[in-house]
């Protein structure tokens, strides 16, 4: 391995959200938490990005902007490198290349969900997901008043999750679903959509005119030997699945605010251009060509370290907690664990393993739905790291049947 995971970098006062940003997001309107260690020596194992140094060719394509040309004024994207780049990556790892015409950026992907449940979808209209979901899923429906209309994954006795087909075109016969946001790789369960999957999903979106967004920004974190299909690769000939994906997981440059959407269908992406305003941050357009043209490697170091962090922490499950449900994902490097043999179902997790052994990670009321007894950790840290925030889960729900239930705080859920 060339490249140096192992390394434990001090995040305190940078502003990380990992680290400094955990109160307000984790426990923002609850009864003060009150964590067995200081703050900064809790053990951060939550929000979705990396403990690890984002990779060198990020941030010697930043330097070199920096040194090369004096002026960070008003930037937008003129020159081919960044889709040119991203167009090698997509066709070096998925086979696939979007057209340069209906290649977009945005500040993120969670600004693009928001503008698409903004614009895409009209008053009394509904969007769908599967759930267990990721956050902003919902936190953008509500935003805008959509009905946000949820089809349960089925979980089996491995842990690992599937669609149920029926309820899928129930859900978008029955209701006024007009949008899909699919999550391919899948947060927080981490499956890879098979093709038939993929399809049978869209086959029903398509007869019913719905929209799909098919957020995949997690494509690049698979496990050793696992290919990912962007959906829109199977449809060639259709254009309305918006794609969304990013340099910002896969390098860890989240707070750079640069994504991709790819929007083929022209009425649709000159609506969003309409929207969204054009600047991007050249030093995050700098990056991102970087990576995407020199991160090949770094790439494919990280992928072998989680791997051997999926391993681990199967290991440690098996052998500690043994009432765990818990398959290795197909991808992500977030762990999808069910303890709800351990735990009461209404149990708040998130806050429970914060103030019982400082560990900071997300559980399952912060999934939108159906995730009651799971906790989601993030695997993207040292395995140091990672061995004492196992050792600290371990402890602490070995310990939960000594405890007096009632003297666990339990607030409503999100
Ligand atoms: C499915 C999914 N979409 C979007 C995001 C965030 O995207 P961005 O950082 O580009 O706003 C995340 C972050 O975890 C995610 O899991």
Redesign the pocket.
Known sequence: MSYDFDEVIDRRNTGAMAKDGFRNYLFGGQDPVVLPCADEDAISMW???MAFASAPAARAAMVDRVERHPIFGYSAVFEPELYDSFARWCDAHYRWRPQAEHFTT????????MDFAEIFVGDGDAVLTLTPA?G??KHSSAKYDRELITCALVEDESGRYTVDMADFEAKITTSPVRMFFL?HP???TGRLWTNDELRQMADVCIANEVLIIS?E??CDLLRAGTTHTPLAKLYPDYDKIVT?M?S??TFNL?GL???NVIIANDELRERWLDHVSPLVNPLSEAAAIGVFSHGHAWHRDLINYLDANFAYLAEVLAEKLPKAVFSIPDA?Y?AWVNLAAYFPNDLNLTRYFAETCGVLLEGGDMFVADADGHVRLNLACPRSVLANGLDKIVDATNNFAGLRTDSVANPPKV
């Open positions: 929000v979705a990005d945005s500040a993120g992907i969670v600004p693009a969900l990721y902003y899923f999550c899948h947060n927080p957020d920004i997690h969304c990013s910002s997981k989240a605010g640069i994504a992500t977030l």
